[in-house]
């Protein structure tokens, strides 16, 4: 059973990420966390408040310390790192990786070593290698790799980098990659 959806972009990742969150129906569970490079003196709260109008989940900016809960949506705070630890996320302002704060890799990485196999990772559109090496993390401790096709990615060198480091078990249009979780998260916990 999943517990945690793991979602990565940079440029293009605002429609992309809106996209898939909209396509996840509310019968998938695990709490989603969602790490998108943003300009540090983005408005903390306006990705919530645009997502928010979308979906039909509680999306928030993540806090130090707040605790995760499932169907909820989360999202790392411009100019922090977001880390995963078993119940409850962390804040960082370590060093940028791959340049950004927060980092796809942090985030990932960390979710890999708190759930291991319970986690679903998806990488999406953007113009960086951010996030490759944290899909690699989920893989190898058994978790989910899904990226978007690169072919129809705003910018492709994040996905064509996830797919140069990992072995993903989907590669995907953007439209079909909420219909793939689902299929994960419910039909098959219907078939265990």
């Known amino acids: 059973m999943y517990e945690l959806i793991c979602i990565g972009a940079s440029w293009g990742g605002l429609s992309a990420i809106g996209r898939v969150l909209a396509d996840i129906p509310t019968a998938v569970d695990p709490a989603i966390v969602v790490a998108q490079h943003r300009h540090v003196d983005s408005h903390e709260g306006a990705l919530g408040e645009l997502l928010g109008l979308r979906i039909d989940r509680p999306v928030r900016d993540v806090e130090d310390k707040t605790p995760i809960a499932r169907r909820n949506v989360y999202l790392a705070p411009p100019d922090y790192h977001l880390l995963v630890e078993r119940g409850w996320f962390s804040l960082s302002v370590d060093e940028r990786v791959q340049y950004a704060r927060p980092s ?75 219909r793939f979780i689902y299929g994960l998260c419910v039909e098959v916990a219907k078939t265990a």
Do not use: C, W
């Open 104 to 178: 796809i890799d942090v985030l990932f990485e960390s979710a890999a070593d708190a759930y291991g196999s319970a986690v679903i990772g998806v990488i999406l559109t953007g113009a960086n290698e951010d996030g490759a090496a944290g899909l690699a993390a989920i893989k190898h401790r058994g978790g989910v790799a899904i990226i978007q096709d690169p072919i129809g990615a705003e910018r492709r060198a994040m996905p064509d980098a996830a797919i140069a480091a990992t072995v993903a078990d989907a590669v995907l249009p953007l439209d079909a990659i909420g």
